[in-house]
């Protein structure tokens, strides 16, 4: 069994914490990592995991409806619908040069070298 | 109100309980309780035990005040009671994340994903048992002979004659009684609600740990505490209810009946009771490993 997937809110974040949710669970729903039909966390759950307020993921989670990429139902939580917008492979590619290109960022202002950053990948595939 | 013999039974449930918990000890450490942090799993300890505790000065106290047996009666559901409590505050003692950053698994995590079945079903039983038992012996209760409400059971034998039987558990004892149980449900469901959406501890390197087993440890808790709050009750009022039927010699056979049946239903819920300790006492028991989220 794979873990979990895990969502991250940063406070010092200058990104509204709702819409740091929304991006991640966008993506989480794109790639399939969360699948068609999938429910997401109740809204009570999930604030008291990442101590926000229940308002502010209901934001995410109406603003994921809004979008068609989910749905609620009274009694039956917030799922995925059956067929959400699907991650292409060039989208795919295009994220993760993004996200390289990020990473590459935080670790040239960390002072490292090319060989530590490389190191520190593949450590981290490996965990 | 059966004395000794509520006496005994919560002596005996202690005994049991003890007994149960020793044995736990000695088995291994459990591999799913690897990762948690031992802060979270030490304070919830901390504050369940300080319920034990708490529950069995109360309950001993209880034992001996009260009016006609009402303090004995009630002594058992405050000990379940004390327990829900210290399971309730303990889960309240695990406080959400503060830090810049903070984590969340993507996951729905249900009451029922964490509840043992068998013995909440059972316990659930017990529970129907007891409500219908009360009503009917608060419908079928009468003032006794000094004017106290729901004190005695009586029947007319012929027109001129009427035997009766004391104590009975009418009004007077079931009023006071189903406010504690209930209060005991009431608690029992917040502590559930709070085992279920409390937030999952990080160990020190900032990763988030599944602490299933807690919360299996936790809900077995209240469930075995709802169980000692229901079962000594329910024995207590089935065996006064038996003799009062038993003891009335114009009796139709339906009473008679009633009672043997009664009777017959003590032996299982004393299993039940037992079972229920065991897992207050020892809520290690029978908790299955979990695959760890990080």
Redesign the interface.
Known sequence: ?N??????????DPTPPYEQLRRQLVD?IRSRV?GPGD????L???A?????AVGTVARTYRELESAGLVHSKRGG?TRVVDDPPHLSTSERQRLLHQQAAIYVRHALLLGVDRQAAIEAIQQALAE | MGGPLVVALLAGTGLIGVMIALLARMKPRSISDVGVPDGVTRTTAVWRWGGVGAGVLVSGVAGGSGALGRGLMLAAPLFGLCVLAGVLVGEFSVR??????????????QVRDYLPRQLSRAVITAACALVALLLATTAAGSPDDLGRAGRGLFRRCSPTSTEGHGPWAGSFYSFPLGIVVLVGVVTAVLALRQI?????PENPSGL?VSDDVLRRRAANAVTGACGVLVTIPLIGVSLVTAAGLLSITCRPVSWTVTGWILIALIAPWLVLLGWSAAAIFSPRYRTRAV????
Not at chain 2, 196 to 200: E, K, Q
Request: net charge positive; no cysteine.
């Open positions: 069994m873990p979990r997937p895990t969502l991250v809110v940063t406070a010092d989480l969360i429910r997401l966390p109740p009570r759950q999930l008291g995991d990442l101590g926000l939580g | 959400p994340p503060r830090g810049q950053t903070r984590q969340a698994v993507v996951e729905v995590r279920v959406r409390r937030p999952r988030i695959q760890g989220v990080s």
